[in-house]
C-alpha cells in the first residue's frame, strides 16, 4: 500500500470510529493526553497489519476491543490513579456535578464492569454486542450490568 492510500485508509477508519474511540479511551485513561495516545497506538496498530474482516460491526469490534486493551495496558504502565473531578467534568463536557459524580463511580468499577458500562450506556450497544466485542455470554454481560447499577446505586444513595 502507498503512502497516499494508507493516508487514505487511515482518514476514513478514523471518520468512522475515531470519535467513539477517542471517549472510550478518555473514559479509561482520565485524561485527553493518554487518551490521544491510546489512540494513535490502535491506528498504528490496525495500518501496520492486514486484517481482514467479516463485516463492518466485526470492524468495530476489533477496534473497540483493541481501544480497551491499549488502554489497560496504559494504566498497568502507569500504574492506576484515581482521577480528579475537575478531569471528570473535563470529559463530561459538562459542569453537572451528579454526571461527574456518577461518571466518577464507573470509572471506580471493577474492570469488568465498567467495560460493559461504557459499551451499553455510553455507546449504545446492544447486549448481544457487548457479548460478541467481549467475547462473553449474553447472560454474563447481564449479570455485569446488574452488578454494576447494583454498586452505583449504594453508592449514590445520597442523590435518592
Request: with cysteine; glycine share 4%; proline share 1%.
Amino acid at each position: 500500500m502507498n503512502k497516499r492510500d494508507l493516508e487514505k485508509e487511515f482518514e476514513s477508519k478514523y471518520k468512522d470510529y475515531g470519535r467513539m474511540l477517542f471517549r472510550i479511551a478518555c473514559l479509561y485513561a482520565g485524561n485527553k493526553a493518554d487518551a490521544e495516545d491510546i489512540l494513535q497506538e490502535v491506528f498504528m496498530k490496525y495500518l501496520s497489519g492486514k486484517y481482514h474482516f467479516k463485516d463492518k460491526e466485526h470492524e468495530k469490534a476489533w477496534f473497540i476491543r483493541v481501544t480497551q486493551n491499549k488502554a489497560l495496558d496504559l494504566l498497568k504502565r502507569k500504574g492506576r490513579r484515581n482521577i480528579s473531578l475537575d478531569e471528570i467534568t473535563e470529559l463530561t463536557y459538562e459542569k453537572d456535578t451528579y454526571s461527574a459524580d456518577i461518571l466518577k463511580r464507573i470509572m471506580a468499577l471493577p474492570e469488568k464492569y465498567k467495560s460493559c458500562v461504557i459499551l451499553y450506556y455510553y455507546d449504545g450497544y446492544t447486549v448481544e454486542e457487548i457479548s460478541a466485542i467481549l467475547k462473553i455470554s449474553k447472560s454474563a454481560v447481564k449479570m455485569r450490568l446488574k452488578r454494576s447499577r447494583e454498586i452505583l446505586k449504594t453508592e449514590l444513595e445520597d442523590y435518592v
